[in-house]
């Protein structure tokens, strides 16, 4: 069975930081391009990073670029996001979704709340 399962959620105030996890099991890790994604209220879902399947390129959206870092511990099957440097507008539930290279299978975990607030 397929699970992908974030943790490390949280209130947070303005300025702080927060780590999130994403724990895999059942499909090869390290086959998968890896990212986050995060959904505001009444917003869309967006990209906010994303690492190859060796970890060896990351990518992040504008909003973000600077104060996340994203990783990949393929033995361990985890994708992480270190957060810093936290803004109001970062509030969000932020997913893990694992792309199949060359296919069309994805993944999505079920999310964890992040909100910054004073």
């Known amino acids: 069975q397929v699970q992908l399962v974030e943790s490390g959620g949280g209130l947070v105030q303005p300025g702080g930081s927060l780590r999130l996890s994403c724990a895999a099991s059942?499909?090869?890790?390290?086959?998968?391009?890896m990212k986050w994604y995060r959904q505001a209220p009444g917003k869309e879902r967006e990209l906010v990073a994303g690492?190859?399947?060796?970890?060896?390129?990351?990518t992040y959206s504008e909003s973000v670029k600077g104060r996340f870092t994203i990783s990949r511990d393929n033995r361990k099957r985890t994708l992480s996001l270190q957060m810093n440097n936290l803004k109001v507008e970062d509030t969000a539930v932020y997913f893990c979704?694992?792309?199949?290279?060359?296919?069309?299978?994805?993944?999505w975990g079920q999310g964890t709340q992040v909100t910054v607030s004073q």
């Open positions: 690492v190859t399947i060796d970890g060896g390129r990351k």
């Open positions: 979704k694992a792309e199949g290279m060359g296919t069309d299978t994805a993944y």
């Open positions: 059942g499909f090869t890790f390290h086959y998968y391009v």
